[in-house]
């Protein structure tokens, strides 16, 4: 896309980053405009303001968003940005980084990542929609958790200290010591009920959450399908020791590893709620279902088409 001016909405949390999201988007901004793209920034520490002024800009006209941010800001603009006509570009700057690391695009390196918008090389992925029993749905484009996962960030996210990745490796060492097997009912395809005492449920557009963490190793985001895993119920010794294998997405291995690929699964546990993204979506039940082709990203040159 070097070779035709783009009209980019440059959408940026200035929080991420450790508070440099707003100058890696400056950065971008410069970089863009010198290269002759027309260019617009949105920025604003509320969520609700950030969406406000993404969608006047969108319907202002553009062809890409780019999100300068982590997971949460992806999660923040999904329904803005799934529309066609619109291309989504990525310049990573959270904590987790998810979607960025399943597209495999640089997390460490806002000029690589910049390059890769330039290039123009695209692909459509699916995403994922998490429905309230009252009707009401988010977007999510990574994973959707629940059981020991969510338990640990709804423990993180009530903490005043420390700050970062640090205050979530306390909350998980403060979980596990009380953390007992759920109980789970979940409905695939809307026909086969599974009922299990599990560790955690998963249901995955992509591979990984947490920054990292493969729980979903194998899923893909273009199959049209969910991974649901179910992690049946360990000994908080077990748990310690394998809890590193989810970064490698050896945990598969385990006889306790469960997976079903579906088009749709309805999540039950009484007093639990389900993260997406790494954001706090509700109680359970939710009802999860894929959306084949629904967004466009830009990826690396060379990356599934």
Known sequence: MQGSAMRVAIVINPTSG?????????????????????????????????????????????????????????HAILDLVAVPGLTLGLVPAGSGNDAARSLDIPTRDVDAALDVVLAGSTRTIDLAEVIGDDGTGQLVATVVASGFDSQVNERANAMTWPRGNLRYLRAIAAELLSFRPLDFTLTLDAEEVLHRRAMLVAVGNGPSFGGGLRICEGAELDDGLLDVVVINPLSTVTFVRVFPRLRRGTHTELPQFERHRVRSARVESAGVVSYGDGERIGALPRTVRVLPAALTVHVPSGARP
């Open 18 to 74: 450790r508070r440099r999201g707003r100058q890696l988007g400056d950065h971008a901004h410069d970089r863009l405009t010198a290269l002759g793209h027309d260019v617009t920034i949105v920025c604003a520490v509320d969520a609700r303001l950030t969406r406000t002024g993404l969608a006047a800009v969108i319907e202002q006209g553009v062809d890409t968003v780019l999100a300068v941010g982590g997971d949460g800001l992806i």
